[in-house]
């Protein structure tokens, strides 16, 4: 006997996105930081001072891959729920990333960042300088992947659903 099943839901086409640009910026200081090349270029220009930014686009199903070049620094990749806007830690002295709920990503060469904590086991250490990086949003099985392109090192995570509502947004810091 046969059946025939429904469609599935899950997609496995993986759509590369060309167009993704930052246009919400967070900082404590308005001249920390500048957005270039029409919002595609994320670029803290003062010392001191935790920046972050958001992502144009909203991400609720389907899988994405946003390609990322990181020159210097050792920034953070990765997505937030776009429902629940940043607030930077008083107890980790401004940061956007550490210790504030609905963040999942990586702190490049650094830890995996799962709910605003800090992962420090995570299994590959990325190098951060002149690098192209894809992040990969997995909305349909609930996951994030990050792969260094110039050394193929490679990381991913699961991410809790209950934490990081949908819509996603990329997240940058």
């Not at 025939?4 to 930081?33: C, G, H, M, Q, W």
């Not at 830690?89 to 702190?107: I, N, Q, R």
């Not at 990325?126 to 260094?148: F, G, H, K, W």
């Amino acid at each position: 006997m046969t059946h025939s099943l429904p469609p599935s839901t899950e997609s496995t086409i993986v759509k590369r996105v060309t167009d993704e640009k930052f246009v919400d910026v967070y900082t404590s200081n308005e001249e920390a930081a500048r957005l270039l090349e029409n919002g595609r270029t994320l670029v803290a220009v003062k010392a001191w001072f935790f920046v972050a930014a958001l992502g144009s686009h909203s991400y609720s199903s389907g899988i994405h891959c946003i390609r990322i070049r990181v020159d210097d620094g050792v920034p953070f990749l990765g997505i937030r729920s776009r429902s629940i806007p940043p607030v930077p830690s008083e107890f980790s002295g401004g940061s956007y990333c550490l210790e504030s709920v609905s963040t999942y990503g990586w702190e490049i060469s650094y830890a995996a960042i799962i709910n605003g904590h800090v992962h420090a086991n995570s299994e590959e250490i990325m190098e951060p300088d002149s690098a192209i990086y894809s992040l990969t949003l997995n909305c349909d099985q609930r996951r994030l992947s990050l792969v260094n392109e110039n050394t193929n090192e490679q990381s991913e995570m699961e991410v809790d659903i209950h934490q990081v509502p949908f819509p996603w947004c990329l997240f940058g810091a």
